[in-house]
């Protein structure tokens, strides 16, 4: 079962109605390199000549890294910046903006734009069965017909939803109106501004890794979101990034 988008060159007023189980992550522009961290740090004991280590090889002080990380001395981390452009589910966006300090957003407005109508299905290796109580409990995975019966309901659900809102379009109603017969497994977009501060706290709390010191329970499709964002940071602070991991992946 397949829920990848359909190519469609229909205007948006007839365009048909496509499924995802992707989320899509691109890193947009950035300011973030592990001598952003070295600079901010030395400048309490070296002042202006902190600045050298714009010039240094960050390797010869990856030692230092460490030191704030597992000390938790935070803000040296934040003098950086990452702008990626997101693309999920609106479910996932409300999660998502529950990180308000050191985050900036902006998202696709219903009020301006006809929404394109592409929604989430899960795709199947996602584990569909909740078992255990609040607090104590695991996600299974599904059967066969469970996966079927929720991709069905869930499509027949949207092109449901999204003929109520061309409807209403199609009468006069305002779009800030009919929106509001969209589910939320709607697709939407954002940018999303934060640095590694920032995106640390954000990765303790909504992936899962083998190396957390504390471990955390996130939705599987914030958690998609926040593995790609990861893979980003990882190259372009590779030193901090290790010493996040090495330091039970808690943000300093």
């Avoid at 890294?65 to 996932?92: C, K, Q, W």
């Avoid at 083998?210 to 980003?232: T, Y």
């Amino acid at each position: 079962m397949s829920h990848t988008p359909a190519e469609s060159t229909e205007s948006p007023d007839s365009a048909a109605v496509s499924f995802r189980s992707e989320v899509t992550v691109e890193l947009v522009k950035h300011s973030a390199a592990d001598s952003d961290v070295l600079w901010a740090a030395r400048v309490s004991t070296a002042g202006e000549q902190s600045l050298e280590e714009l010039q240094k090889d960050p390797e010869r002080s990856k030692g230092l890294i460490n030191y704030l990380m597992r000390d938790r001395h935070g803000s040296p981390f934040e003098h950086n910046s990452m702008t990626f452009f997101i693309s999920a589910p609106i479910f996932v966006f409300r999660e998502f903006m529950r990180h308000r300090v050191g985050w900036s957003y902006n998202e696709e407005s219903g009020r301006y734009r006809q929404l394109d109508p592409v929604f989430y299905v899960p795709g199947e290796s996602r584990k569909l069965v909740q078992q255990g109580r609040p607090g104590k409990y695991e996600f299974v995975e599904g059967t066969q017909a469970q996966h079927e019966l929720t991709g069905r309901v869930m499509e027949d659900s949207y092109r449901r939803a999204y003929e109520a809102y061309q409807e209403m379009l199609a009468a006069g109603v305002a779009r800030e109106v009919a929106r509001a017969v969209l589910p939320v497994g709607l697709f939407s977009s954002m940018y999303a501004t934060c640095n590694a501060r920032s995106l640390m706290h954000f990765l303790g709390l909504r992936t899962q890794h083998e190396l957390a010191a504390v471990p955390s329970f996130p939705q599987r499709e914030i958690e998609m979101v926040g593995e790609q964002m990861e893979a980003h940071w990882a190259k372009l602070m590779p030193l901090t990034y290790g010493a996040f991991n090495a330091n039970g992946r808690i943000a300093p």
